[in-house]
Each structure stands twice: as C-alpha cells, then as structure tokens.
Antibody, heavy 119, light 107 residues
Framework: QVQLQQSGAELAKPGSSVKISCKAS????????MHWIKQTTGQALEWTGYIAPGSGGTKYNEKFKGKATLTVDKSSSTAYMQLSSLTPVDTAVYYC????????????WGQGTLVTVSS | DVQMTQSPSYLAASPGESVSISCKAS??????LAWYQEKPGKTNKLLIY???TLQSGTPSRFSGSGSGTDFTLTIRSLEPEDFAVYYCQQHNEYPYTFGAGTKLELK
C-alpha cells in the first residue's frame, strides 16, 4: 500500500533553513509527482508546489518561490522540501501528498511535519 | 488564484442527521473539486474528487454535487466517525487552492 512517511518535528531559528523529508513506499516513486502543502494554525491549507521525481522538474506556487526548494533522492524514494530564510510566518505543519486517480486530488498524504520558527 | 469560500465554518449535528457543506469558487473550476476529511491522529482522507466521484473506500452516505463555481458536500445519516473537519480544494488550475474548512461537531 502507498505510504508517505515524513521526518520529525523541527525547531529552527529565524533566518535559518530546514530540510524536511518524505519517504515514499508501495509504488514506483518516479511515476507520480510529489506535492507539498502547508497548513498553518487556524487550519488554512496552501499548496506549495510539486516535484516530478523522474525528471526533477518542479512547479511552485508563486507565493513560495524563493522560500521552498523541492528535491528528490530517487535511490531512496525520498522527497525533500527545504525552507530558507525562516521567519515566524513559516511556522506550520507541512505535508507531502500524492495524487490518486486524477491530477490534483490528493489520495495519499504524509502525517505532516511541524516546523516551528522561534528564537 | 482561485479563491475557495467554504461555509459554514462550524456545524453542529447529531448522529443520524444529514448535513451539507458549501464551497464556492471565485471563478469556474468546471467540476474539478475535491473534498477531504481531517481527523486527529490520521492522515487526511480524500473523500470525493471531480465534484462527485467517490474515492475508493468512501462510504456511500457521502455525496458531492455541483459544477462551475458552486459545490456541495452532503453527508446523509451521520455516523459517529464523521465528526471531523472537512475541506474543499479546487484541482482545475495551479496554484491549487483550498477552502478554510468546516468543523463538524457533535451536538
């Protein structure tokens, strides 16, 4: 069965960077784009972007260009999202997610990684 | 970006009742609307995509309708496990955008 296992919570200082991971299993990693979604306290969900593991191609929400960088390691079926120049507004839970039957609807989600930015 | 307006924000109901949640898009998204269920300690669950297509494993008491800009999620005969937060999401164009959520609480 498809599983997306994310790395643990991060506590980071303002101005620093963090890199969170999402290890995929149960399917051919290079066959599906991996998407990342931000959820802030108060529930708001924002689509951050996706990476196509086979080609390494990416597409970002304009709002997250320069903030998020998506990469993959095909050898370990792991996707990464690096968040740079962190500020308190980056404090959120970040999810990786994969489509199901149809583009853009997310049938598979990771459990989420809490990133807290605080001095 | 397509703005998704979801209502109500909170809904209180009892098991056995039927409820409806509305989601309105700021422009036409054809039928590309998904509904998700969020529960503590569980990964988010896709219930419906393309407006009305039930994801495999979604109980038949859930239904989705609508096209263009107006969509509705209906849950007939609520079960105890249905009390959760529900989100809509348009998957018609980038950037994909979500509604703010509806918390369905036990009355």
């Amino acid at each position: 069965q498809v599983q997306l296992q994310q790395s643990g919570a991060e506590l980071a200082k303002p101005g620093s960077s963090v890199k969170i991971s999402c290890k995929a299993s149960g399917y051919t990693f290079t066959s599906y784009a991996m998407h990342w979604i931000k959820q802030t306290t108060g529930q708001a969900l924002e689509w951050t972007g996706y990476i196509a593991p086979g080609s390494g191609g990416t597409k970002y929400n304009e709002k997250f260009k320069g903030k998020a960088t998506l990469t993959v390691d095909k050898s370990s079926s792991t996707a990464y999202m690096q968040l740079s120049s962190l500020t308190p507004v980056d404090t959120a839970v970040y999810y990786c997610a994969r489509r199901g039957e149809i583009r853009g609807s997310f049938a598979y989600w990771g459990q989420g990684t809490l990133v807290t930015v605080s001095s | 970006d397509v703005q998704m307006t979801q209502s109500p924000s909170y809904l209180a109901a009892s098991p056995g009742e039927s409820v409806s949640i509305s989601c309105k898009a700021s422009k036409s998204i054809n039928t590309y609307l998904a509904w998700y269920q969020e529960k503590p300690g569980k990964t988010n669950k896709l219930l419906i995509y393309s407006g009305s297509t039930l994801q495999s494993g979604t109980p038949s008491r859930f239904s989705g309708s609508g096209s263009g800009t107006d969509f509705t999620l209906t849950i007939r005969s609520l079960e105890p496990e249905d009390f959760a937060v529900y989100y809509c999401q348009q998957h018609n164009e980038y950037p994909y955008t979500f509604g703010a959520g509806t918390k369905l609480e036990l009355k």
